[in-house]
């Protein structure tokens, strides 16, 4: 059974940095992609970052040049967020499935890590 458990989250003043993780459990997939979300209050959930098994990634225009996606060799998946700015207050989730699946939406998602920016 695949598991995705977020940590790292928590509030910062505007301009400082936080770091995401994602421990992935149960994976035993060869090829893989992995991806950060995010959902601001009272907003739809947005694509933040996206990585796939050969280490492309792909970054929102919102977050390109201030925040770093990667995984280790252990699927532990990273968020490294710089520069923080208000706007991006939200609850901040990881996903993951086969890179095949996920042109119709990821199937594995964790319970989310909430990031609050203050100014």
Same mark, same amino acid.
């Given at each position: 059974?695949?598991?995705?458990?977020?940590? !790292?989250? !928590?509030?910062?003043?505007? =301009?400082?940095?936080?770091?995401?993780?994602?421990?992935?459990?149960? /994976?035993?997939?060869?090829?893989?992609?992995?991806?950060?979300?995010?959902?601001?209050?009272?907003? #739809?959930? #947005? #694509?933040?970052? /996206?990585?796939? =098994?050969? =280490?492309?990634?792909?970054? *929102?225009?919102?977050?390109? !040049?201030?925040?770093?996606?990667?995984?280790?060799? *252990?699927?532990?998946?990273?968020?490294?967020?710089?520069?923080?700015?208000? #706007?991006? /207050? *939200?609850?901040?989730?990881?996903?993951?499935?086969?890179?095949?699946?996920?042109?119709?939406?990821?199937?594995?998602?964790?319970?989310?890590?909430?990031?609050?920016?203050?100014?």
């Amino acid at each position: 059974q695949v598991r995705l458990v977020e940590s !790292g989250g !928590g509030s910062v003043q505007a =301009g400082g940095s936080l770091r995401l993780s994602c421990t992935t459990f149960g /994976t035993r997939w060869s090829t893989y992609c992995m991806g950060w979300f995010r959902q601001p209050p009272g907003q #739809e959930r #947005e #694509e933040v970052a /996206t990585i796939d =098994g050969d =280490g492309n990634t792909h970054y *929102a225009n919102a977050v390109k !040049g201030r925040f770093t996606i990667s995984v280790d060799s *252990a699927k532990t998946l990273f968020l490294q967020m710089d520069s923080l700015k208000p #706007e991006d /207050t *939200a609850m901040y989730y990881c996903a993951a499935d086969l890179c095949g699946l996920v042109p119709y939406g990821y199937n594995y998602w964790g319970q989310g890590t909430q990031v609050t920016v203050s100014s």
